[in-house]
């Protein structure tokens, strides 16, 4: 193998890193040793800083595959480094009844892939062990992740559970059974214990963390220098403003970790029953899961401690840890391919794509559902930091570094101090010798010189302005767990706005309904809840078609469904557990219109005695549901009337979509023109669908058929009509960031017309720009990828003068000078999947769209953090103010990301607001403008006064001579701390401004003022202090000689 080489891990990740391979040398370790020991510990620390140079100065290098130590960088733009220790891990045989047969059995629980496809490499991997009865893994941790050796792949893997690769087919047939014991013991190995330790360091830990920060090892060096030199007052004013400033950010940093320990610790440790291979079921605690367990979900709820897919049964779980949203979510059982009628093929199973089937770690399952004598059993998928609440945890225990020019250029700058202090240093060595100086003064004069140029309370200086505006921003109720993102806030110039929620109001009115008769809309009609209407297919479906659900009494579920039921004013029951027990399947939850709504009936006289004992009932009981689904944008149920041969199928969804799954005589002609109207006036449409089953399908049929059998050849019904209203604060908010020269961008998941028209009415776009759509359509058949641009003013439908040259636009935009680009704007507007094709196959013109785009519609969460990053690429500085944990990693990504709920969601996000409404944005943008000026001014304010005490003190030793210590110390306590610290109390102007303060501190206009500055300065002390030597009266004098 060549030591050279480096190979690759987490490919095409987020975390890719290089990964190389070292072994420890003896001879470079006593060399090293030596070292320290000469410089007093001080190459030690240097270490310690430098995990590169550590181990590239005490490990030669070694084939990744052999070797003891592995040195990790990171591939982004900030190259870090890591190194880890590389473990070893013994697994004894499983216990099988011969160890022949053992390579074979084990090579399918080998767990660096539970895939199948990979068993044969997986065997061959196996075998490599097989020869002795106990065999070891090579593995290392970092950041909470095991890797594993895999020997086939040449190359350190992290271990997979049931994610990814792993067929719906096989998770039914090859998992569904659960483990045998010693197979779980195995795994248990492997994968470790099912926690997400989050480890709350001891204050000591922290102290030391905190205290070799190179900043205050220079303080500490001056503070003894001083010390020798008897300079005593300022060295304790330095002492005392460093302990006040190590022990507030330790608070600070002890406290973020108890908040992640106690919201991670809430689920630990619970007891769950899992199910054995014969059947028999176990009691174990969650941390012993591993991915393969069936876990029985108890009745009455529990958190999950993992991440797992049901297999059998339903759920109803609220994911306000993983969302945002506290309303509950229906989860069903995964579908199983081999029982479906129409085979969905061999789909591969994976929790995002089948999230309404994957029960997340840290949620609450609030009930569960089952059939007879059946439990609700569940697939362990992932466990450990692996979970969906593990990654989270994960950013949050280590994010990513944010790259900000003030820190960049605060480094820069103080390199050139440095070298300016390198001079004085050399000078007055050279000056010391020549006048023969005692060495001891030598010394301590020429150290001085550093410390004078440098000056050691800076950092404290810095920290006191983050510190005030991170109280001022608490007063407008603002919280900021990342206090260094405040100064990096007074530079946003565009701010990204999920719309639900955040730009609107969270719930949707009921606006009216607008029904379809013979293939005509009827009028529009606020009333549904009427005696004309009760019996009608509209309101069955608006009865039925929902994903409620009674907990504890009380109706709950997806709002917009809430809202529906709720016009109606129809009852939901639910069958009790003894009930269900009963029957063989699940008893149907039942809706039935109050009394008051039945039109009585008036039998004819010969039948009064029958009707008399069979009173009228109208109920409908619900037999199936397939949950909404925001892939196929809508959620369908199969019902029955009590009484009726024939089963009812009800679909509700996206007006485009349900139309297109109708018989399309039944879709009234100006359909397009009716629903354009709604949404252009930002009203949410949804569209009602019905038709008759065949008598022949049976309720246990209807259990098992497939999606697609039931939502087609459906007869149109009609139109609901919903109000999204905005919030009041809305308009003048973004009003104020217009005028400020911020850009706003919309991020919705909702639909692309009514995200357009909510940025028309809340004056994002105004009226007389134009919005540009564009459909990307991605690779197909042989046809290469293409773009559609068409105004959205006229529906694509619409004849062909709507669209827009398609080489005109993007050219347009970037060839028309800007004058030409203030009289009409173009605002782009495009929906997730075009983004995800244009981000694909249009590299090139995604700069463009970025720099014009403010609409972007059903956008998934992790596309989201996409757009931020591809904002951030053209040089925007990017804020993003959502309300959900499905914002959560845009909310980490921005440059500066504001949580308006109080749930997990802000734990993510670097600022959380208190009231949840945008108006914390502009707020927060002028605090960081504050706080950031006063960050320049501090730094500039410093610069001065050192390089002038600099150039004092040097013209004083030309004559051996040097300031008092009672100078030094008026210079210091009275002139510098006083200002420096009352100089961060400036509060943030009233109102934005257009005006942006620089972004870093190697600008012209700051340069400049500080060297003309210093060159007056100097100028004058200069003129004085040659101007007395010249003098009749001067006598040198020569303090050394005495």
Known sequence: MDKEERKTINQGQEDEMEIYGYNLCRWKLAIVSLGVVCTGGFLLLLLYWMPEWRVKATCIRAAVKDCEVVLLRTTDEFRMWFCAKIRFLSLETPPFSSPKSMANKVSNGHAVHLTENLAEENRLEMNKYSQSQSQQIRYFTHHSVKYFWNDTLHN?????????????????????????????????????????AVKVPSVFKLLIKEVLNPFYIFQLFSVILWSTDEYYYYAIAIVIMSVVSIISSLYAIRKQYIMLHDMVAAHSTVRVSVCRVNEEIEEIFSTDLVPGDVMVIPLNGTVMPCDAVLINGTCIVNESMLTGESVPVTKTN??????????????????????????????????????????????????????????LVRSILYPKPTDFKLYRDAYLFLLCLVAVAGIGFIYTIINSILNEVEVGDIIIESLDIITITVPPALPAAMTAGI????????????????????????????VCFDKTGTLTEDGLDLWGIQRVENTRFLLPEEKVCNEMLVKSQFVACMATCHSLTKIEGVLSGDPLDLKMFEAIGWILEEATEEETALHNRIMPTVVRPPKQLLPESTPAGNQEMELFELPA????????????????????????????????????????????????????????????????????????????????????????ISRDAIENNMDFMGLIIMQNKLKRETPAVLEDLHKANIRTVMVTGDNMLTAVSVARDCGMILPQDKVIIAEALPPKDG?????????ADTLTQSSDSSAVDSEAIPIKLVHDNLEDLQVTRYHFAMNGKSFSVILEHFQDLVPKLMLHGTVFARMA???????????????????MCGDGANDCGALKRAHGGISLSELEASVASPFTSKTPSISCVPNLIREGRAALMTSFCVFKFMALYSIIQYFSVTLLYSILSNLGDFQFLFIDLAIILVVVFTMSLNPAWKELVAQRPPSGLISGALLFSVLSQIIICIGFQSLGFFWVKQQTWYKESHPRSE
């Open 156 to 196: 350190f893997v992290f271990l997979k559970g049931l994610d990814e690769g792993v067929s719906c087919t096989s998770i039914y047939e090859k998992h569904s059974a659960g483990l045998t014991k010693g197979m779980h013991a195995y795994r248990k190995l492997l994968y470790g214990v099912n926690e997400i």
């Open 334 to 391: 995964l579908p199983n391919p081999s029982v479906d009628v129409k085979g969905m093929g061999d789909e591969l199973y994976s929790p995002e794509t089948h999230r309404r089937h994957t029960l997340f770690c840290g949620t609450t399952v609030i009930q569960t559902r089952f059939y007879t004598g059946e439990l609700v059993k569940a697939i362990v998928v992932r466990t450990g930091f692996s979970t969906s609440k593990g990654q």
């Open 467 to 494: 510190v005030y505006a991170q109280r001022r921003l608490k007063k407008v109720g603002i919280f900021c767990i990342s206090p260094q993102r405040i100064n990096i806030c007074g530079q946003l110039n565009l």
């Open 617 to 704: 009932i109208y109920e409908i009981g619900i037999v199936r549901q397939f949950p909404f689904s925001s892939a196929l944008q809508r959620m369908s149920v199969v019902a029955r009337v009590l009484g009726d041969r024939k089963m009812d199928a009800y679909v509700k969804g996206a007006p485009e979509v349900i139309a297109g799954l109708c018989k399309p005589e039944t879709v009234p002609v100006d359909f397009e023109k009716v629903l354009e109207n709604y949404t252009k006036q930002g009203f949410r449409v949804i569209a009602l669908a019905h038709r008759k089953l065949e008598s022949k399908l049976t309720w246990h049929k209807v259990q098992n």
């Open 783 to 791: 046809k290469v990828a293409k773009i559609n641009w068409h105004y």
């Open 861 to 879: 969460p992790d596309q989201k953090t996409q757009l931020v990053e591809a904002l951030q690429n053209v040089d925007y500085f990017v804020g």
